[in-house]
């Protein structure tokens, strides 16, 4: 299980993910602040739209891409690597955007459309361990899950470090550095993903405790 590349690819591309998720849910609020001047007591609508657009976008995608395999007859693994990839390279286009803009509204738009994208990333990783080993998918997201809440711990204390006085320079070199975490999850699921069932998991007993 721990040699499986198609495991890996689960778990990087899980914490990828995380890691701009991470980044901006501990950050955003001193993000619209800095760089959009908006109050932090008036900014509670504007902080919870991309989480709003994401949590539309979990729903729906994950619908659509269950459409497409079983009505579409489309593959378990093009499905999976375009969706993931699609998630990855909408959140990265839009972070760089975010970086470029000098518009208050522009800013929070890309924001939260870039925030909101990583539902249809989700839609992509989140299930694979499923098609991997279904009876071990739970193992599968506790591993990729431990691995992904590293940069809950590690993103906090790296922002901190590097956004010492607020400046939109400062802030850039964060969404720079986020847009290639996400070009790096997306070309490793790209490359090594899978949507078959692995061999070291096609002759185990899913019902563990089943009773005779």
Partial sequence: MIKSKPVWAVMVAHFCQNWGFYTMLTNLPRMLKELANYELQKAGFVGGLPYLMMGC???????????????????????????????????????????????????????????????????GFSVNHLDLAPQFAGHLMGMSNTLATLPGMVCPLIVGYIVTTGTVAEWNIIFYSTTVVYAIGGAIFWKFASGELQPWAGEQNPFIGELH
């Fill in 57 to 123: 976008t979990l729903v729906w995608g994950g619908q659509l891409a269950d459409y497409l395999r079983k009505e579409r007859n489309i593959d378990t693994l093009t499905v999976r690597r375009r969706f993931c990839v699609a998630g990855f390279a909408g959140q990265a286009l839009f972070l760089a955007l975010a970086s470029v803009t000098s518009s208050p509204p522009f800013l929070v738009a890309y924001l939260s459309i870039s925030i909101g994208l990583g539902g249809i990333c989700w839609a």
